[in-house]
Nanobody
Framework: VQLQAFGGGLVQAGGSLRLSCAASGNILKINDMGWYRQAPGKQRELVAAISSGGGTVYADSVKGRFTISRDNAKNTVLMQMNSLKPEGTGVYYC??????????????WGQGTLVTVSS
């Protein structure tokens, strides 16, 4: 099972980016999916998460600007990021709780995608 993230890049403050992350492999079910950010010199932190039923949580710093969604049929999680700020710069990682068809549970991480917001 692996996660692959796409969509990072360089954007000016106030701009938008859309991140996507696709899970592949021997997947039976995916529970929670989420996006984390690791800014330079800081610990990785939760940005947003979404349950299999569509319930969402957001970090206070992104509420009203970021929207997380998922496509269960495609095993993907998306995050629309609007009104980006320079403090949003960092490597964004997707994460998912995945059950395989062998009934093995794993908390998988994508490879990370760099978002740079210039002021």
């Amino acid at each position: 099972v692996q996660l692959q993230a796409f969509g990072g890049g360089l954007v000016q403050a106030g701009g938008s980016l859309r991140l996507s992350c696709a899970a592949s492999g021997n997947i039976l079910k995916i529970n929670d999916m989420g996006w984390y950010r690791q800014a330079p010199g800081k610990q990785r932190e939760l940005v947003a998460a979404i349950s299999s039923g569509g319930g969402t949580v957001y970090a206070d710093s992104v509420k009203g600007r970021f929207t997380i969604s998922r496509d269960n049929a495609k095993n993907t999680v998306l995050m629309q990021m609007n009104s980006l700020k320079p403090e949003g710069t960092g490597v964004y990682y997707c994460n998912a709780e995945i059950w395989t068809s062998r009934l093995q549970r794993s908390f998988s991480w994508g490879q990370g995608t760099l978002v740079t917001v210039s002021s």
